[in-house]
Nanobody, 119 residues
Framework: QVQLVESGGGLVQPGGSLRLSCAASGYIFRIDTMGWYRQAPGKQRELVARLSSRTPDYADSVKGRFSISRDNAKNTVFLQMNSLNPEDTAVYYC??????????????WGQGTQVTVSS
């Protein structure tokens, strides 16, 4: 079983920055994709940013403001969020897809971290 632990959410003023972290642990053989999704009240969960072996994918609404990166040695993914605005307020979820030590595919989600952008 693969566990994800997220950190870094909180309250920030418009125009501010936050950095989210998500560390994966457990019986991991290989990680293929690490990403961030978010869900605002009354809305569906949506992709924010995703990183695999190819070029990162970003939602149009965050391009140029958010940046995703990963530390492969620590199985950790980061989301640097700059120029935050109230529309970015949501619960942010980490998602990791890969293969565990039994060579079976896993698709794990974090518990979610609240990001609130408000003055």
């Amino acid at each position: 079983q693969v566990q994800l632990v997220e950190s870094g959410g909180g309250l920030v003023q418009p125009g501010g920055s936050l950095r989210l972290s998500c560390a994966a642990s457990g019986y991991i053989f290989r990680i293929d994709t690490m990403g961030w999704y978010r869900q605002a009240p009354g809305k569906q969960r949506e992709l924010v940013a995703r990183l695999s072996s190819r070029t990162p994918d970003y939602a149009d609404s965050v391009k140029g403001r958010f940046s995703i990166s990963r530390d492969n040695a620590k199985n950790t993914v980061f989301l640097q969020m700059n120029s935050l605005n109230p529309e970015d307020t949501a619960v942010y979820y980490c998602n990791v897809v890969g293969k565990n030590s039994y060579y079976r595919v896993f698709d794990s989600w974090g518990q979610g971290t609240q990001v609130t952008v408000s003055s």
